[in-house]
């Protein structure tokens, strides 16, 4: 079989499986555990369902806790416009994560010891900028709009 990946948005609530079927009308199945904790979840077309606590959170992963995963349908799009803000807002989001350890390092705030120089992080951070600078001048001369975050960020 192929593998595939699914990047759907979804809503969820955690909830046990006896309050789910109580919400819904519906039997909790005799070989199941009322008192199971798990997630109610809603999907976009509407549907709705339970899922086990260990099968939800090794399924999915809350929106804004990892920005980089909310640029893969843009990433994974047949437009490069939107290949292109992917590529953009990752940068982005790299780029703001590495200055925010930098800024960490320098007040002494870090929970880590860094492995290399500060000095390569410094390069590194120069690089994004230069890179992003070259990705703004393509945008524009293109008419892709990167003024903000794109896409569901």
């Given amino acids: 079989m192929k593998k595939y990946i699914s990047m759907t948005d979804i809503e969820a609530e955690f909830m046990e499986r006896g309050i789910y079927c109580n919400l819904k009308g519906i039997p909790v199945p005799?070989?199941?555990?009322?008192?199971?904790?798990?997630?109610?979840?809603?999907?976009?077309?509407?549907?709705?369902?339970w899922l086990s606590k260990d099968i939800f959170k090794s399924t999915y992963?809350?929106?804004?806790?990892?920005?980089?995963?909310?640029?893969?349908p843009n990433m994974a799009s047949d437009d490069y416009k939107k290949r292109f803000q992917a590529e953009f807002d990752q940068l982005k989001i790299r780029y703001d994560g590495l200055k925010s350890m930098v800024e960490k390092w320098d007040k002494k705030k870090l929970d880590f010891i860094p492995l290399s120089p500060r000095s390569i992080y410094i390069k590194q951070l120069v690089a994004m900028v230069d890179?992003?600078?070259?990705?703004?001048?393509?945008?524009k001369k293109e008419n892709i709009d990167i003024g903000q975050l794109s896409g569901t960020l």
């Fill in 61 to 72: 992963k809350e929106a804004n806790a990892l920005p980089l995963l909310r640029t893969i």
């Fill in 30 to 49: 005799p070989d199941a555990d009322a008192f199971e904790d798990g997630y109610y979840i809603r999907y976009p077309d509407g549907h709705e369902t």
């Fill in 131 to 139: 890179y992003m600078f070259v990705l703004s001048i393509r945008a």
